[in-house]
């Protein structure tokens, strides 16, 4: 995956993400076997819930708007947020 705007992906090992805003870096996120995510249509930024990717490449994340409605997404296509 490519950088976009000035964005650098998240790399699978990456600790500490729990808590944190990330930017989804694909118009449509999917999890692991490339399912659509159950996200809203056009959603920009997400809530980690992971503290780090699964070994099926995954974090499970939130809108920032609805914790409840949580999904898995591929960690390669979200970025942090910068603080």
């Given at each position: 995956?490519?950088?976009?705007?000035?964005?650098?992906?998240?790399?699978?090992?990456?600790k500490?993400?729990?808590?944190?805003?990330?930017?989804?870096?694909?118009?449509?996120?999917?999890?692991?076997?490339?399912?659509?995510?159950?996200?809203?249509?056009?959603?920009?930024?997400?809530?980690?819930?992971?503290?780090?990717?699964?070994?099926?490449?995954?974090?499970?994340?939130?809108?920032?708007?609805?914790?409840?409605?949580?999904?898995?997404?591929?960690?390669?296509?979200?970025?942090?947020?910068?603080?």
């Amino acid at each position: 995956m490519t950088e976009q705007h000035g964005l650098t992906p998240l790399r699978y090992g990456q600790k500490g993400l729990r808590g944190k805003y990330a930017r989804v870096l694909v118009d449509e996120p999917t999890d692991e076997i490339d399912w659509p995510a159950d996200l809203p249509a056009g959603i920009e930024t997400v809530v980690i819930l992971d503290d780090e990717p699964n070994p099926h490449h995954t974090l499970r994340v939130h809108p920032t708007d609805d914790p409840t409605r949580i999904a898995p997404v591929v960690f390669d296509q979200l970025a942090l947020c910068e603080d």
